[in-house]
């Protein structure tokens, strides 16, 4: 009996030891297994200095001791002053001696308000390494950076980085309702729990909080772009301040999404209309109400006139009126408007992918100071590979925010293990050609290419309240690259995977090497099993889950995969070259010619801009049809290539995290194959050639695949 129960308690102890493992995410503080770099932490970490008293700074010093703690076993002795040697000073310069500071002033200069210092100095001949930054939130971030350097058992001898984020706001957008619903959310529900707020602050926000801290994340939209009016009643409202209040030391300021006919639904007023006297009245009430209780409130992002959400144009206005007179209602208080370029017509039938850039590029100079506009990165909609949307570059008195989606909608959800910030920094990397060569995306993101003083990133979130907060334990991979990518946008993915599968599961090199392969392959194993050469939205419709490359009922020609694949006898592709929708006109020259030329045009986005006869010869010298099944086949290999790596990982990890992504990869490789398999069977209908050899034999009909049907997939409202 009394076994028995031991062996319960065991089970339960390994049990949520476990589990907390998949909470943790990269904060995991592994102990530091490597010896020479435990010992040498130990020697140059003999006390901290933690000088200030702000409730940021005390999170900085609880942070510290809990990643001393669990990587080194012990805490060293932590002071309000400097004594003696081998000291970790952490303070911001008002809080510095003269002395220190004289010794960084360098380095001081070389930072904005969000970056730090971290320095090995000499001070009267003692050795010390001092975190700094112009601020307290400035410290917090570079002390997350140093846990991590501590992590990734890097030396902290000759420590010299000074370092700043690129861009001033780094933000997730939460797709999240009120009813705890999250559109394309694929991680469980919402974490803001409206009902028991403002009273009952789960643990979890906190969490949320520091989590998004450690990658200088510095804001979030709470809630749903398909914005529900009520979220700015002051019954929710002082919800909103509750969470606000948590994340404020954090760094993390609160923005909400403004629903355009608020003034209307919970206004009482006849009218949205943007000019009217009285609408303008209202917001600018709305938002004074909003900053006394909130007075670092972030500001409003908006989706009008956009897939039936109400805006300025139901009133015969535009955009820029919209974003203007918003903007003149939380200038007063700092704040900004974040206005979506996400728009396309029901009444223009000719090319979506051209209808943002048509609408939005001609009132490039006519937004007020504190707008933005957000921009997807591509010009449809967050598909496994899309070229860089034309509005990059092309807007250059207009600051373009860029908004990446993380929450997987058309990539597997959150079955498929897909590293994004792969897919992040080829469209980051892109050339837009705007001011002549090597005017990429990133310069357009961070204000470079034309100094604009207004710059940020925004990643749709893929977090809900599963334990693992993603969903997919490698997802969480993608909110954290997403972070950093939007510090800085020259970062490179692989140093990306690499950091975090160091601060996630081990610094074992035997585990890192293969897993990162995995990773860094992942991205281009799903375009190949989903939509090789330039195919885009072919996901079944509505839940986006699998393919439906034969849908073509719908009412509207764009929601429809046979509009963009227009396969037929002929051949398939999207014709967008001069001679076809003349999307390609939207780029720089030098640009469009790449694209519009087939010859030119990079394969990997061939069929995006043109329509292709399947005997078509490509670089490698297989006809189109042959080829396309070749990838679909290459995609559904690098899968099972990413489970036998996989496989061998076991020694090396948890057990959980181990056995939980081997189900997944499972998952993904049935998919993958379901995938190919209904995908070249529909084609081949148009192709009438049979399969090339190295294809492997469908494993049903193509009547079988489009039986499927899935009315309860998550993320679909
Ligand atoms: O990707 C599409 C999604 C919608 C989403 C929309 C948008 C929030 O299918 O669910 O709505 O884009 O970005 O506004």
């Keep these: 009996m009394t076994s028995l129960r031991f062996v319960f308690l065991f089970l339960l102890i390994s049990f949520s030891t476990a589990a907390q493992k998949d909470y943790k995410l990269w904060l995991q503080y592994n102990t530091v297994a490597d010896s020479t770099a435990a010992s040498e932490y130990k020697n140059n970490l003999k ?135 999250v559109e394309r959310g694929y991680a469980g529900f919402s974490l803001w729990n409206w009902q028991k707020l403002p009273d009952f602050i789960d643990q979890r926000y906190i969490d949320y909080a520091r989590a998004n801290a450690s990658i200088g994340i510095n804001g979030t939209v709470l809630t749903n772009v398909n914005a529900n009016a009520l979220i700015l009643t002051p019954q929710y409202l002082e919800k909103v301040e509750a969470l606000a209040n948590v994340f404020r030391p954090y760094g993390i300021k609160v923005y909400l999404t403004a629903r355009f006919s608020a003034p209307i639904e919970i206004g009482n007023l006849k009218t949205a209309d943007p000019k009217d006297p009285e609408v303008i009245n209202w917001w600018k009430n709305k938002s004074a109400e909003i900053y006394k209780r909130i007075p670092d409130f972030g500001g409003f992002l908006v989706k009008a006139n956009s897939e039936g959400q109400p805006g300025p144009q139901n009133y015969g206005r535009d955009h820029v009126d919209g974003a203007n007179m918003l903007a003149d209602a939380v200038a007063p208080f700092g704040g900004v408007i974040m206005w979506r370029a996400f728009v396309y017509s029901e009444h223009d039938a000719n090319d979506r992918a051209k209808q943002a850039y048509a609408e939005f590029q001609p009132y490039d100079g006519k937004f007020k100071e504190n707008v933005m506009v957000q921009v997807k990165n591509g010009a449809i909609d967050f598909q496994p590979r899309e070229p860089f949307h034309p509005l990059f570059g092309a807007m250059p008195k207009t600051p373009l925010m860029m908004e990446f989606q993380i929450t997987q909608e058309y990539l597997g959800f959150s079955a498929h293990l897909v590293f994004l910030p792969k897919l992040f920094q080829e469209v980051l990397e892109s050339d837009t050609f705007q001011k002549g060569k090597g005017s990429t995306v990133a310069k357009v993101v961070d204000g470079t290419l034309y100094k604009n003083k207004l710059t940020g990133t925004a990643g749709v979130a893929n977090i809900g309240n599963d334990l693992n907060w993603t969903g997919h334990p490698f997802a969480q991979a993608n909110w954290y690259g997403f972070g950093r990518l939007a510090w800085n946008p020259y970062l490179d993915s692989e140093v990306i995977a690499e950091e975090w599968l160091r601060s996630t599961f081990s610094n074992n090199e035997n585990f890192i090497k293969p897993v990162k392969n995995i990773m860094i392959e992942s991205r281009e194993a799903v375009v190949n099993y989903m939509t090789p050469l330039g195919l885009h939205h072919i996901m079944d419709t509505g839940h986006h889950y699998g393919p439906g490359p034969w849908v073509s009922n719908l009412s509207r020609p764009e929601w429809n995969p046979t509009y963009y694949h227009k396969a037929d006898k002929n051949g398939i592709g999207f014709d967008r070259s001069k001679s076809g929708t003349d999307a390609v006109w939207q780029y720089a020259p030098e640009a469009a010619k790449l694209f519009d030329n087939v010859e030119t045009c990079p394969e990997k986005e061939l069929l995006w801009f043109h329509h292709l006869s399947w005997d078509y010869k490509l670089k490698n010298g297989q006809t189109l049809w042959n080829g396309l099944a070749l990838k679909y086949q290459q995609g559904v290999d690098q899968v099972r290539k990413m489970q036998d790596v996989w496989n061998k990982t076991e020694n090396y990890i948890d057990s959980e995290r181990f056995n939980e992504v081997k189900m997944l990869l499972e998952i993904q490789h049935k998919e993958a194959k379901w995938w190919r398999d209904a995908c070249l069977l529909y084609f081949q209908q148009f192709s009438g050639k049979a399969l090339p050899d190295g294809v492997e034999k469908p494993t049903q009909t193509l009547e079988y695949f489009k039986s499927l049907k899935f009315p309860f997939a998550p993320g679909n409202g």
Aim: avoid cysteine; charged fraction near 25%; glycine fraction near 6%.
């Design 47 to 181: 006390g901290i200095a933690v000088l200030g008293n702000s409730e940021t700074i005390k999170i900085a010093e609880k942070e510290l001791k809990t990643g001393f703690a669990d990587m080194l076993g012990s805490i060293p002795e932590i002071r309000k002053d400097v004594k003696g040697e081998n000291n970790l000073i952490v303070g911001s310069q008002m809080n510095l001696s003269s002395e220190i500071k004289t010794e960084l002033q360098a380095d001081l200069n070389k930072i904005n308000t969000e970056g730090f210092v971290i320095k090995a100095i000499l001070l009267k001949n003692k050795k010390q390494i001092v975190i700094t930054g112009k601020n307290d939130i400035a410290v917090l971030y570079g002390v997350f950076h140093f846990l991590r350097i501590l992590q990734t058992n890097k030396s902290v001898k000759d420590l010299n980085i000074a370092d700043s984020p690129k861009t001033n706001i780094r933000i997730l957008n939460h797709w999240d309702n009120l009813d705890r619903t």
